[in-house]
C-alpha cells in the first residue's frame, strides 16, 4: 500500500528557503503525479505544484511561480519542493499527495487519490 511521507517543513524567516520532501517507501512514486497543496487556518486547501509521471512536466499555482520548484529523484523515490524567497502568506500546512493519471496541469485536490500527513511550515521573523 503506497504510503507517502513529508518532511523538511519548519520555521523560517520571510524571504528564506526550505525545502520539503515527499517519500514513498513502497517504491512506486515514479510511476504517478505527484503534487504539492498547502492549507492555512481558516483558508481552502490550495495547489501549489505539481509534476507528472510521463515527461515530468511541472505545474505551478499562480502564487508561487518563480518562487517554487518541484523536482523528483525516482532513484529515491522522492518528490521535492524547493520554496525560496518564503513570505508569510506561505504559511501553512503543505501535504504531498499523488494521482492516478497525468492531468498535464495543477489539478484541483479532489483529483488526487493518496496523501501524505502533511508536514508545517511557518514563515514569520
Known amino acids: 500500500q503506497v504510503q507517502l511521507v513529508e518532511s523538511g517543513g519548519g520555521l523560517v524567516q520571510p524571504g528564506g528557503s526550505l525545502r520539503l520532501s515527499c517519500h514513498d517507501s513502497?517504491?512506486?512514486?515514479?510511476?504517478?503525479?505527484i503534487g504539492w497543496f498547502r492549507q492555512a487556518p481558516g483558508k481552502e486547501r490550495e495547489g501549489v505544484a505539481c509534476?507528472?509521471?510521463?515527461?515530468?512536466?511541472?505545474y505551478y499555482g499562480d502564487s508561487v511561480k518563480g518562487r517554487f520548484t518541484i523536482s523528483r529523484d525516482n532513484d529515491k523515490d522522492t518528490v521535492y519542493l524547493r520554496m525560496n524567497n518564503l513570505n508569510a502568506e506561505d504559511t501553512g500546512v503543505y501535504y504531498c499527495?499523488?494521482?492516478?493519471?497525468?492531468?498535464?496541469?495543477?489539478?484541483?485536490?479532489?483529483?488526487?487519490?493518496?496523501w501524505g500527513q502533511g508536514t508545517q511550515v511557518t514563515v514569520s521573523s
Open positions: 499527495a499523488l494521482a492516478g493519471h497525468d492531468h498535464g496541469f495543477m489539478a484541483p485536490s479532489d483529483w488526487y487519490d493518496v
Open positions: 509534476i507528472m509521471s510521463s515527461d515530468n512536466s511541472t
Open positions: 513502497v517504491g512506486t512514486l515514479k510511476h504517478f503525479a
